[in-house]
């Protein structure tokens, strides 16, 4: 094959985009949060303001306008706006043929417990580069980002300074009497390991990673440090009633805030969740908590 044929072969493989600044639109936020390290800003997202208050980082303009909600996105909206490309999760897949009529649309999963929720968003996030025609780019931000995991990991062991590092609960409440428990094939879990540290709870797996108990059963959390996710609105009124100051974590002061992050993120929420978690244990003594790891029964 002649160097002219290859070179006009390679030109006809590469994305109509790769050089310019595609038209994309992201039906999940997930999908925003790719296209965004990608350097892409998307067309539109579904529900972008919820994004915006919710996912937060990466930043979405705020020009960026809303496709309509996850559930329902706006096709009049997405037709009048021209994507090349379209990108939703499964639980579109009823509406494709729609979307197809307007451009391409790809897929990627979500969450679930039948395979591994951090491995998915990671070959997401590649496999949505390669269709940009910018893989070396998303290489390079995954390197960036395990640098960072590594060094996060760096500053947690100099913190404990030969001590075994505590076990970790991550919580976000949803109410003054329920909170959810992040567990197995959780992206906080998944950060946990990231950072070297293990869960203190032995939950059942669940498609989300999380498990939603009673305020009541998180008495029964006796080792390691709980950390949770801010904010809570009626953080003041739960933290200052007797049930809460009867915790044995809060009595022995192994209980710290998380800064505000999403949990039900793409690949680069891995980074900002370690990221709050090792501020959040910085801010406890080294000799906090124990590394026994329990069950909830």
């Known amino acids: 094959m002649s160097r002219w044929v290859l070179g006009a ?114 070959e997401a996030f590649l496999d949505l580069a390669r269709s940009l025609g910018r893989e070396a780019l998303a290489e390079q931000r995954l390197q960036a980002m395990d640098a960072e995991l590594r060094q996060w990991r760096e500053r947690l062991r100099a913190h404990y300074a030969g001590r075994h590092p505590p076990a970790v609960t991550v919580i976000r409440f949803s109410s003054p009497t329920a909170a959810f428990i992040n567990g ?13 540290l293990q869960p ?5 797996p669940s498609p989300w ?32 009633s007797p049930l809460w100051q009867a915790m044995p974590f809060v009595r022995e002061q192994r209980f710290a805030g998380m800064p505000s992050t999403w949990t039900y993120g793409g690949v680069f929420s891995l980074q900002y969740l370690a990221e709050a978690i090792g501020e959040a244990l910085l801010k406890l003594p080294p000799e906090s908590g124990q590394s026994t790891q329990q069950s909830l029964e």
């Open 200 to 204: 203190a709870m032995d939950l059942a």
């Open 9 to 122: 072969l390679l030109l006809w493989l590469t994305p109509v985009w790769a050089g310019a600044a595609p038209r994309v639109a992201a039906l999940s936020w997930e999908a925003a949060e790719h296209l965004l390290m990608l350097d892409v800003t998307p067309l539109t997202v579904a529900d972008a303001g919820d994004y915006r208050a919710w996912v937060v980082r990466p930043t979405l303009p705020d020009d960026v306008p809303s496709s309509g909600s996850r559930l329902e996105p706006n096709l009049e909206l997405l037709a009048e706006l021209q994507p090349e490309l379209i990108v939703i999760p499964p639980l579109l897949e009823d509406i494709r043929p729609l979307l197809e009529r307007i451009a391409p649309v790809q897929v990627y999963q979500g969450f679930s417990q039948q395979h591994d929720n951090q491995q998915v968003q990671r």
């Open 184 to 196: 197995p094939n959780s992206m906080p879990q998944h950060a946990l390991a990231l950072l070297g």
């Open 209 to 240: 990673g999380i498990t939603q108990v009673p305020i009541t059963a998180l008495g029964r959390i006796e080792a390691g440090v709980v950390l949770h996710i801010e904010p809570f609105a009626q953080q003041a009124q739960l933290f200052a």
